[in-house]
C-alpha cells in the first residue's frame, strides 16, 4: 500500500490541493504502480459525494482503502475536548464514506506549566474523555481506530495504559 500523496508539486493548500480528483489521479497512479492498498490523507473538506466517489473510484482500479490518516489529533487537554471533538468525529465518519479499515490519530503531548506527572494527568484525563466518543463514532463509521505514538517508549507505554484504562 502506500498513501495518496499529492500527484505533483509541492503543498501549499490541503483543500485546493487534495480535491477529489486529485485523490482519483492519485489512486490511479498507484494502482498504475502495482499498488493494491493505500492510506488517505488531506481528506476532511471532501464534501459525502466526493468522499463516495473517490472511494468508487480506488474501487474499479482495484485500490484497498486501507487507513485513513486523521489530521485532527486527539487533545491533551480536558479544556480542549468540546473544540476538538466535532473534528475528530467528523474525520471518523468520512474516513467510513472512504471504506478505510483504519483512522490513524496523533494523540498529543501534554505540554506547558506544571511537572511532567501533572501534564500526564491532564493528558490521561483528556483522552479518557474523548475516547469513549471516538469508540462509538468508530463502531458506527465500521473503522478501527489507531493511535501513533510520534514520541518516546515512554509515551507509548503511557498511550496503551491509558486506553487500556478506558471504559470502551
Known amino acids: 500500500g502506500a498513501n495518496t500523496l499529492l500527484p505533483s508539486g509541492r503543498l501549499r493548500d490541503a483543500a485546493s490541493q487534495f480535491t477529489a480528483e486529485a485523490h482519483l489521479t492519485s ?14 490523507s488531506h481528506y476532511h473538506h471532501l464534501t459525502d459525494a466526493e468522499c463516495e466517489r ?9 485500490v484497498t482503502p486501507w487507513s485513513a490518516h486523521s489530521w485532527s489529533p486527539l487533545p491533551c487537554d480536558p ?28 494523540a498529543q503531548n501534554a505540554v506547558g506549566e506544571g511537572t511532567e506527572d501533572a501534564r500526564r494527568d491532564l493528558q490521561r484525563e483528556a483522552l479518557l474523555g474523548v475516547l469513549p466518543s471516538v469508540s462509538n463514532a468508530a463502531i458506527q463509521a465500521e473503522v478501527t481506530i489507531a493511535i501513533e ?19 470502551l
Open 149 to 167: 505514538n510520534c514520541s518516546s517508549r515512554e509515551n507509548l507505554e503511557f498511550l496503551i495504559e491509558t486506553v487500556s484504562a478506558a471504559d
Open 27 to 40: 489512486l490511479s497512479l498507484l494502482a498504475d504502480a502495482g499498488f493494491s492498498a493505500c492510506e488517505y
Open 79 to 106: 479544556t480542549a475536548l468540546s473544540g476538538s471533538s466535532p473534528a475528530i468525529l467528523e474525520s471518523i465518519r468520512k474516513a467510513g464514506l472512504l471504506g478505510v479499515s483504519v483512522v490513524v490519530f496523533h
Open 54 to 62: 473517490v472511494r468508487s473510484g480506488g474501487g474499479v482500479l482495484g
